[in-house]
């Protein structure tokens, strides 16, 4: 099985990854297995202006065997996007939703599908999403199906779980998220297990800011005999305070979802605050553990951390691709951080 962010045993995982050839934030991120070859790939985004023209339609893919990025062809359409999610499965990757920003400042969440094959080098078009979203979860499961979990649609954020059957090519319903509409949540599929935590809801009160970070965490076992059907269930709250904007990734050999980065003040593309504050990222790193079936501190301290940043799980480390920094500043980093050992 392939899963998106997955921890996967690179051909040379002791290798040194470079910078992404420009800084950004708010790409997908995602990896995928091309016959013996793991692929990372870093898909649009925005550059260090954070203006709605710095918003790119460029993508970049790194084999893991030699750290190395090169440009892929550019991701069709006349304008980048922001807050699309990207999942690995069978040799493709699948670009899905997000939204573009206009010269005033405004956001259309889309529905499109972008398919790339790296053996072909060309992208083509797939079947629409249903709901069009962005910050969303995107993961695989049995090397079949991809799972686009929840998101902000274009009026507010949706319980949806939109499922892609490749088989058939379609798109179905599962069982919709359990808790309030969130976007800018975090989390991963590892097996037959969905876990997902935090992002931004809409807060009540018309006085104050409008989203406010959701502190809910939860756990969804995937039914085998019918994959539309998720029981869905609360887990305790994780370590450190509520965020949005985490960075995660799951690991299939560890039984381990990661999460790093993110801010407890929701904030826009800019990273400034719906409260009009600049958000700041959380040093904290922590992880849920699958067997144990409990959370676990990874850092408290963690070096340089992020927003809108995205996140590879290596057998020994974990990976923090682009995002913005300290300040606000966008940057190309791609920095690595041991985690915890597989018990």
């Known amino acids: ?47 260090a202006t954070k203006t709605w023209d710095a918003v790119s339609n460029s993508g970049y893919a790194l084999n893991t065997s030699y750290g190395k990025w090169a440009e892929v062809r550019p991701i069709p359409g006349s304008a980048g996007r922001l807050g699309a999610v ?46 069009p979203v962005s910050d969303a979860i995107a993961g695989v499961y049995r090397d079949r199906y991809i799972y686009v979990i929840g998101g902000r649609s274009r009026t507010d954020a949706t319980q949806n779980v939109q499922v892609y059957d490749m088989e058939k090519q379609e798109w179905l319903q599962a069982s919709p998220l359990p808790g309030a509409p969130v976007f800018g949540h975090a989390g991963a599929l590892v097996g037959d297990t969905i876990i997902y935590v935090d992002g931004a809801h809409k807060r009540a009160a018309a006085d104050q800011s409008k989203y406010v970070a959701s502190d809910e965490c939860w756990i969804g076992k995937i039914q085998h005999h019918d994959p539309l059907k998720i029981e869905w269930t609360k887990l305790p709250n994780h370590p450190g305070t509520a965020r949005y904007g985490i960075a995660a990734a799951g690991s299939e050999k560890a039984q381990k979802v990661y999460f790093t980065g993110g801010s407890e003040n929701p904030y826009d593309y800019k990273g400034m605050g719906y409260d009009g504050k ?28 992020s927003l809108d940043g995205g996140l590879i799980a290596e057998s020994d480390k974990l990976v923090i691709i682009g995002g913005m920094q300290k300040g606000r500043q966008v940057t190309a980093r791609v920095e690595t951080l041991p985690r915890a050992k597989a018990k």
Request: charged fraction near 15%; proline fraction near 9%.
């Open 86 to 131: 990207a999942a690995g499965l069978r040799e493709q990757v699948f670009l899905m939703g997000g939204y573009v920003l206009d010269p005033q400042g405004g956001e259309t969440t889309v529905s499109s599908v972008e398919v790339y094959s790296p053996i072909e080098k060309r992208w083509y078009r797939g079947p629409d999403l249903p709901k």
């Open 278 to 305: 600049p958000a700041e990222p959380s040093p904290t790193t922590f992880a849920f553990d699958l067997r144990a079936n409990k959370w676990e501190v990874v850092s408290e301290s963690t070096p340089d951390p």
């Open 1 to 47: 099985m392939l899963f998106l962010l997955s921890a996967l045993l690179f051909a040379a995982s002791g290798t040194k990854f470079d910078p992404l050839p420009v800084a950004t934030s708010g790409s997908a991120v995602t990896t995928l297995k091309v016959g013996n070859h793991v692929l990372v790939f870093s898909l649009m985004g925005i550059g």
